[in-house]
């Protein structure tokens, strides 16, 4: 019969008690194994989208061309006020985006068509896109039409008879209005504008003063 040494007996009761002390690892249930991949892909793909938007920065702060270049400070000034931000054409650019992604880009299209449509010389021509303007934006049930008081939504009915090139002026103003103090605050608190921010301000600032 094999004799047992009290070493072996110290080692072996050494070795129960730490296997008892260690922690048992328990694996963790389904539910919450596919809560944290799901929360694992939601963080993997909002990387990638800020990835491939500070590409994008990056390679328009770069390109050379005689037009307007994309300047990465300039996401800040966009917070000093709506006009500011649509003085800028990144700024119009991603304003208009955001509103899409809203399905409220209704304003902002009639503002610049009205931008455009004061800018006709030809009697002609303004007689026909006032017609079209008012079709699509002024009219009751028009396809896009915008939020205007009655009196004014009348007053450019009347005007339609003999347009000219300040017959929107009011309902641009009051279009304006409307994106001042609904739209462009949420723009400034969307995720868009602050990945924008957040982004311009690792990109590179070389380009001409």
């Known amino acids: 019969m094999r004799r047992i040494t009290t070493a072996q007996v110290h080692t072996s009761t050494t070795e129960d008690s730490l296997a008892s002390s260690m922690p048992v690892l328990v694996s963790a249930p389904a539910g919450e194994r596919q809560q944290v991949n799901v929360a694992m892909e939601d ?18 702060s770069h390109q050379s061309s005689n037009t307007e270049r994309f300047i990465p400070g300039e996401t800040m000034l966009w917070s000093q006020s709506l006009e500011r931000l649509l003085s800028s054409k990144y700024g119009m650019a991603t304003f208009q985006a955001f509103l899409k992604s ?37 009219e009751a049930q028009a396809p896009k039409e915008i939020n205007i008081d009655h009196k004014t939504r009348e007053l450019i009915r009347r005007n339609m008879k ?11 103003k009051i279009v304006y209005s ?10 400034l608190r969307s995720n868009i504008y602050r990945t924008l921010l957040d982004t311009a301000s690792s990109v590179p600032h070389h380009f001409s003063s």
């Not at 963080?43 to 328009?60: I, P």
């Not at 299209?109 to 699509?136: G, P, Q, V």
């Not at 003999?162 to 641009?172: G, H, I, L």
């Open 43 to 60: 963080e993997r793909r909002t990387q990638r989208k800020r990835c491939n938007l500070r590409f994008r920065l990056q390679r328009a």
């Open 102 to 138: 809203e399905f409220s880009d209704e304003n902002i299209e009639f503002w610049l068509i009205c931008e455009d449509y004061k800018k006709i010389k030809s009697s002609f021509r303004l007689c026909s896109r006032a017609k079209k303007i008012y079709k699509t934006y002024i």
């Open 162 to 172: 003999t347009p000219n090139a300040v017959c929107f002026d009011e309902a641009q």
């Open 178 to 187: 409307l994106m001042e103090k609904d739209s462009y605050p949420r723009f």
